[in-house]
């Protein structure tokens, strides 16, 4: 006769419970090797960090407005000359030193592409209907324009003063525009504006007996040949009708 049989539980069939184990010395040691070593490299960056932005400036206010030119900027040091040393755009004026002024500022319009245009805070021009070339100048040839201007009126004997003035057509009606006048403010707001921070400096002169004031000091400049060669890469070469009003698909905040 088959018999059935029922298995008796006992003491080594029931599963065991898990007994956490301890880690071992090797572990523990390499779990804080581990930790120092990742708060070493941490407070590496951290005073890396801080040395980085130690010797920045920090920009506080309104932030730069876009410029086509900002992504060729570069700064160098500078050192200005003595102001006893000549340059070629010094002295009585001679055709090679109107010619040195000349080549300083006078490259026109430059030419921007219409995503370019869009970045701009203020409308510029199509140069033409269809034309996906928009025209923009810098600011700071015109206010090298000005100041050669300002240098000619010093010597009236060799320069004209007939384009001084002209009549200006404006909404509240005609007016005389003096270039001159102009001129002298255009380059007070730019001088306020870019505000040159670096300090003159006072040294003892043994001659004189006294402090004398110094301004040939290390400045921090922009790269002017960068700048210069921008504008001489976008020059625009071909005739602009400039009686001619284009009107295009961009908005800007200040479109009546």
Known sequence: MAHE????????DHPKPDVPRSPS????????????ASNVVLLACLLALGMHQSTLVRWRGAKPLYSPVQDI??????????????????????????????????????????????????????????SDTYLVSLTVFHNLHCLNMIRKSLWPERYSQAHRYDVVHGIGGDYIFDHLDHCVNSLRLALTCAADITPHIWRWNEKSQQSTGRSNVVHTCKNWDAIHEWAERTRITTHYNYTIHVLDDLVFPDDP
């Not at 049989?5 to 080594?12: E, F, K, Q």
């Not at 010395?25 to 120092?36: C, E, F, N, P, S």
């Open 73 to 130: 900027i570069t700064y160098e040091s500078v050192l200005f000359p003595k102001p006893q040393e000549k340059s070629r755009y010094h002295g009585p004026p001679t055709d090679e030193v109107d010619q040195a002024w000349i080549d300083l500022y006078d490259l026109g319009m430059s030419a921007i592409p219409k995503s370019q245009a869009a970045r701009l805070p203020n409308r510029t021009e199509p140069f033409s209907a269809g």
């Open 5 to 12: 049989y029922t298995a008796l539980s006992g003491d080594d």
């Open 25 to 36: 010395i090797g572990q523990r040691h390499k779990l804080i090797l581990a930790l120092v």
